[in-house]
C-alpha cells in the first residue's frame, strides 16, 4: 500500500488516493529479445475479469478469462491444463459455441482478445473467497525475425502454458437488519403468483396448484413456500419444475422461473379456500428485505358427496369429522341361546 502525498494549500491540507500494488510470485523471463519465449510473454497475456468483487452472500458475479494477444503474434489453438476451483461458490459455465476475436486495450496498447471460458458464481458465504488460477497451453505463432523470397515475414509455432493470477473476492453478509423470520435466502429481483389450472370442478377430479416465483437471481438456492389445503382436500406431494437460463447483464445469476405443481382431488363438494403464501427476498437494487404474498384461491367443487359433518364450505380444517351412530350400533352380547325347529 502506497498512501497519498499531502500538499498545503491556502491554508488547506490536501490529500491525494492511496494505490495498492499486488505482488505475485515471480516469472522467470529470458532477457534474448529474439527468444520466442520471451516475445511470448511480451505478447500474449491470460488475464481474468470479475464484475464485482464485493457482491453480498447469494449476489451473482460474471467471471470471464480473456486471452490478449498483440499483432505481432498469432494464436492457432488452446487446451486447459489446469480448471478453475470454485470453492465457496455456486457456478454455471456458459457455453461458448464460438470463438469471436476482438479489438481492444490491455495496458493502453492496442490488442486484439476472445474469451476462453465464461461462467457466473453465487458465493454461498461470507468473507474472503478465492478464485483459483486457471492454465492452458497455447499453440503462438512467434517472429522469426526472417522473412521469406518475398519479403514476408517467417513465423515459428512454439507451445507455451499461460496462468491467471489468483483473484480475491470479499463476500458481503446479508444485513441482519430488517431480515425477515421466514427468510430462506432468495438474492434478486422476484414475483410470486399462485394460480388453479381450475376454477370449478367435481368431486374425485384433479386440479393442478401451482406455486411460481419468476425473475433473476439465485433462483436454485432456495426452496419456494409451502401451501396449506384442507383436510377435504386430497394433495398430493409437489412436482418442482424450473424453466432457467443464465443471466450476464442487470442482475447476475439465473433468470427464468422456478415452480412446484400440486395436484389436488376434492373428495366433496363445496367451497374449498387455500391461504394467501408469502415469499421475502433481499433487494439487491434497494439493498433491503422485500415480501411478496399471493392472492387466496377458493377452489369450488360443484358436485359430489357432501362431507360427514354436513358442512361444505371447507373452512372447517381442525382434521376432526363426526361420526354418526345409529339405533343399532353397538348392542349388548346375548349370554343364552334358543333353538327353533327349521321343520
Known amino acids: 500500500r502506497i ?5 498545503s494549500y491556502e491554508g488547506k491540507r490536501i490529500q491525494s488516493n492511496t494505490v495498492k500494488v499486488h505482488v505475485v510470485e515471480a516469472i522467470e523471463l529470458p532477457k534474448d529479445p529474439n527468444d520466442p519465449d520471451y516475445i511470448a510473454n511480451q505478447n500474449v497475456h491470460l488475464e481474468v475479469l470479475v464484475s464485482d468483487t464485493k457482491p453480498y452472500v447469494g449476489e451473482g458475479i460474471y467471471v470471464e478469462y480473456r486471452l490478449y494477444f498483440s499483432n505481432n503474434v ?22 461458448i459455441d464460438q470463438i469471436q476475436v476482438e479489438n481492444g486495450k490491455y495496458q493502453g496498447e492496442d490488442y486484439r482478445y476472445f474469451a476462453i471460458k465464461k461462467t ?16 492452458t497451453d497455447l499453440i503462438i505463432g512467434v517472429p522469426t525475425g526472417r522473412g521469406d523470397f518475398f519479403g514476408n515475414p517467417i513465423t515459428r509455432n512454439i507451445r507455451k502454458s499461460f496462468k491467471t493470477f489468483q483473484k480475491r473476492i470479499q463476500v458481503k453478509p446479508l444485513p441482519t437488519k430488517g431480515k425477515p423470520a421466514d427468510f430462506i435466502g432468495a438474492v434478486g429481483d422476484f414475483d410470486l403468483r399462485v394460480s388453479n389450472s381450475k376454477k370449478s370442478l367435481k ?11 419468476s425473475g433473476k437471481g439465485n433462483l436454485k438456492l432456495f426452496s419456494l413456500p409451502t401451501i396449506a389445503t384442507p383436510n377435504e382436500l386430497e394433495v398430493y406431494t409437489p412436482e418442482h419444475k424450473e ?11 439465473l433468470k427464468g422461473k422456478i415452480y412446484d405443481q400440486y395436484t389436488v382431488v ?28 399471493s392472492d387466496e384461491i377458493v377452489i369450488d367443487v360443484l358436485a359430489g358427496p357432501l362431507n ?7 373452512v372447517a380444517n381442525n382434521g376432526k369429522q363426526p361420526v354418526t351412530l345409529g339405533n343399532h350400533q353397538f348392542a349388548f352380547i346375548k349370554t343364552k341361546t334358543e333353538f327353533t325347529s327349521v321343520d
Open 266 to 293: 376434492p373428495q366433496f363438494k363445496g367451497k374449498y379456500p387455500i391461504p394467501s403464501v408469502s415469499f421475502s427476498y433481499f433487494d439487491l437494487k434497494t439493498e433491503t428485505y422485500k415480501r411478496l404474498s
Open 308 to 314: 360427514n359433518s354436513g358442512d361444505n364450505t371447507g
Open 243 to 253: 424453466n432457467l437460463k443464465t443471466s450476464v447483464t442487470g442482475i447476475k445469476g
Open 74 to 95: 498469432a494464436i492457432s489453438d488452446f487446451d486447459f491444463k489446469e480448471f478453475p476451483a470454485y470453492k465457496g461458490f455456486w457456478n454455471q459455465d456458459i457455453k
Open 120 to 135: 457466473v458464481l453465487i458465493p454461498q458465504k461470507s468473507g474472503k473467497l478465492v478464485l483459483e488460477p486457471i492454465k
Open 203 to 213: 368431486a374425485n377430479e384433479s386440479s393442478q396448484l401451482k406455486v411460481t416465483v
Open 3 to 7: 498512501s497519498g502525498a499531502t500538499i
